[in-house]
DNA sequence: CTGAAAGCGCTTACAG
DNA sequence: CTGAAAGCGCTTACAG
């Protein structure tokens, strides 16, 4: 059923129909009821598309997934959502396939659809760094408001897009410092991806291990640093399980704590470790990163890094909201650290002689 | 930009452009050429408000889902999103607040947005069962073909709507006969909801539940019913955590197996019953439901009914299919069956005397 | 192979 | 408070 159909049902001009389905003021208020209460009967809906036309913007917003969803974007996702209902915006979400993260395939979506604005959660690139690059500069033509949330803008050419980044570095490091503090010298970092990807998590996590033994001149031991046996599917139980359980085949255990690239990886390591007659932590201190509930129930209790989801969500639509209300407003970059939480993974050992 | 402004950019019609996008035929193939190159690089790409307005259809389907989403449900979405995508139909997600689970809500969203098709994803319904009856018929009244998937369409009036359902009142009755059968009688439930309302996956498995143990001729103790502790975040690990906590700490273990409502309640459970000094399964055997990577990971491995997510999805998209492309097509019901995935979390014991 | 024109269903000045 | 009309950006018969 058409605005026109409708309007000729209730005896009034389209125009009519259009402010009373709009709740102009315009109307009175009788005519107003009688048109709504037969639309609602007929069940007329305004055609979405012809209101876009007209009024050539939507009140959506685009939320960009790349890859494999984590229970933690998922999270995220619906604090944005809800925080987006709540100014007015609809939320729309799309998955991108890695082969797929080209700028033009974002391109296409965002100017065929005229969204608002569009929010990167989580990564967002290529495995390349040269064409993240270039991904990025492109996505900067786009004249639509976009945030990257959860994940820095890696396109090294300063301040080009807004973000809302955690801290992954930084929390990597303070994590690895609270295993040296406890005497810890010989710790593995479980679950690096390929290389040449800073944009992902991984990448950010495993710099912060290494910053935090320099800093504590430690020397770097490559072999200590476990690659992810299942890339594809790199921050799961399953990768942490297969990752080390390749690791101790290849030879005995030759460190005393291990620093896991997230909670998932880090208690599919310790089904591992458990499999090779190893107790965590009595043989092997463990420390996780994201601060899942999985990390609160197990047993024992993960020392992790607790990432501040709300205050996460809050941020990128803040930052979302402020730019699509205020075009040409600056962008806006934010830092977002998480705390650590202390379980009973970990054990202070003798430091080596 | 416009279609217009490209056609005078180019000094042809535009209808020429409309068929150099569309690939149509008849166009020369230098004048496709020349006007696509045109396109790309002005970053022309034409409005699908406009186009969908033109053609007064998408070539998108709606997929609801209702309150929290687990991990069960994102896998079955992506599936569902690469079928149809391979079909040639876009893939939209909605979230529906529990409150909000009316007719109307999805009724405004399908038509004004020209929905080809529409996937209800995990539960559909109100609380009240009066009220999800009502519900369904409203929805049958909506001209567009939809599919209930993973759960059914329980509007007691026949086969109304196509669904594809997990059979999660067998699945649970075959992990507690498979308990019974190990001489287990003292088998307590963990994880059922508030009462009324026949929809959620909860309601199906406690009434497996029951069904196995009255097919045992096992007298049915309600003391033997734990109710959620938190009824919101209901198939969570601290559900099933604080729903056990709470029962323990009102009088001792007076069973011995435990049928979780699914996988994280069980391990959430496991918690619970180590905090009281209790070990799985020698001290009380245990079963999950879904089949979770987390059973497989958790230690002891997790006895559990495996969802085969990969045959849900790709069901509720051939019938999905079927709908959109033959219109008229009768519903479709499709059942489908896990399967009993054996851990070690259960231990024979003696029958009682 | 190409162009001129109608029309998809709305909204909003403009006139009354 | 209400109506008649223009126009948003496309697609597609229709004519050449």
């Known amino acids: 059923m058409t605005i026109r159909e409708l309007a000729k049902l209730c005896g009034v001009a389209v125009s009519t129909v259009s402010r009373a389905m709009n709740d102009r003021e315009n109307v009175s208020p009788e005519t107003k009821e009688r048109i709504r209460a037969a639309a609602e009967q007929h069940g007329y809906v ?3 598309s012809a209101r876009t036309l007209k009024l050539s913007e939507t009140n959506s917003v685009l939320v960009v997934i790349q890859g494999e969803t984590g229970r933690l974007l998922i999270s995220v996702l619906q604090l944005l959502e809800t925080a987006f209902a709540k100014a007015g915006f609809t939320t729309n979400l799309t998955h991108i396939v890695d082969s797929e993260a080209e700028a033009s395939t974002i391109e296409r979506v965002v100017l065929a659809e005229r969204y608002r604005g569009v929010v990167f959660l989580g990564r967002y690139g290529n495995r390349d760094r040269e064409a ?16 990257f949330c959860t994940t820095s803008d890696y396109s090294s050419s300063g301040a080009m897009h807004s973000f809302v980044s955690a801290d992954d570095q930084r929390g990597a490091a303070d994590l690895t410092r609270y295993l040296i503090e406890r005497g810890h010298r010989r710790i593995a970092f ?22 935090a033994l320099a800093d504590a001149g430690i020397p770097q031991d490559p072999g200590l640093i476990i690659r992810a046996a299942v890339p594809e599917r790199l921050y799961t139980l399953e990768n ?3 990752s080390l359980t390749t690791r101790l085949m290849e030879g005995m255990i030759d460190f005393t704590a291990l620093v896991a690239v997230c909670d998932e990886v880090a208690i599919g390591a310790a089904g591992a470790l458990r499999e090779a007659g190893l107790r965590v932590p009595e043989d092997c201190s463990l420390v996780g990163y994201d601060g899942l509930d999985l990390a609160r129930y197990w047993s024992p209790k993960l020392t992790t890094m607790q990432q501040p989801l709300a205050e996460i969500a809050e941020a990128t ?12 407003h600056a962008t806006e ?21």
């Open 46 to 48: 305004p055609s979405s």
């Open 317 to 328: 639509a803040r930052v979302m909201l402020n730019a699509m209300t205020q075009p040409g």
């Open 190 to 211: 479980v679950g690096a991806g390929p290389e040449n990807d800073a944009g992902h998590a991984w990448a950010q996590r495993l710099a912060g291990y290494r910053n």
């Open 240 to 242: 942490g399980f297969d």
């Open 132 to 147: 993240s690059v270039t991904l990025s500069r492109r996505l900067a033509r786009i004249d639509v408001p976009m945030v």
């Open 333 to 353: 970059q934010v830092w977002i650290r998480g705390s650590l939480l202390e379980g009973q993974s970990v054990l202070p050992i003798n430091p080596q002689p």
